[in-house]
């Protein structure tokens, strides 16, 4: 609710308030009166304001799908898909922290499971689906050098890449 209409709306009720407020001051109902006034109009704003964090929250979703599916797009059409959380971040003009609880809201998994993800899904293709060297592909990938390359691989399949390699091109 805009701040305008708060103060509308708080004008509009004082005034309906002056004017339900009895003249008889002997009316032994005018305490119930009063408070069942000021109880209803508490119950109205309580109303505009739920019905503004509601659609708030459906804004912050929208925007949340956005982010997501923005970063999964830039993840899919990166060639090295192996950057820091901080880089995607920086891409999407976020927070590293924001980017990664957007990820964890929509899908589950932070920004570094999918990145590791994705990155295990390139290592994968390249070593089984291309005859291209493993220093070649380290470099593609993104990774620093082939040494660190193949801790990275053994880490995450149990083997060497030409260990990799041999098993799926048999």
Same mark, same amino acid.
């Given at each position: ?40 109009? /508490?119950?109205?704003? @309580?109303?505009?304001? $739920?019905?503004? =964090?509601?659609? !708030?929250?459906?804004?912050?979703? #929208? ?35 924001? /980017?990664?609880?957007? @990820?964890?809201?929509? $899908?589950?998994? =932070?920004?570094? !499971?999918?990145?590791?993800?994705? #990155? ?51």
């Amino acid at each position: 609710m805009h701040y305008t209409h708060f103060i509308l709306y708080i004008n509009v009720y004082s005034k309906s308030l002056s004017l339900q407020i009895p003249e008889e001051p002997e009316n032994p109902y005018n305490k119930e009166i009063i408070k069942s006034l000021i109880q209803g109009g /508490l119950l109205a704003l @309580c109303g505009m304001l $739920s019905i503004e =964090t509601e659609q !708030q929250q459906a804004s912050s979703n #929208t925007q949340g799908n956005d982010i997501f599916s923005r970063f999964i797009d830039l993840l899919q059409n990166s060639k090295t898909k192996r950057m820091q959380v901080s880089k995607y971040a920086s891409m999407l003009c976020i927070s590293p922290k924001y /980017l990664t609880m957007v @990820c964890k809201q929509h $899908s589950g998994k =932070t920004a570094l !499971q999918w990145i590791e993800e994705y #990155t295990i899904a390139d290592i994968d293709y390249y070593i089984c689906n291309t005859d291209k060297s493993i220093k070649e592909i380290c470099n593609i990938l993104g990774f620093p050098n082939a040494s660190f390359f193949g801790k990275y691989v053994k880490e995450h399949f149990g083997m060497t890449p030409m260990e990799y390699r041999n098993k799926h091109n048999k």
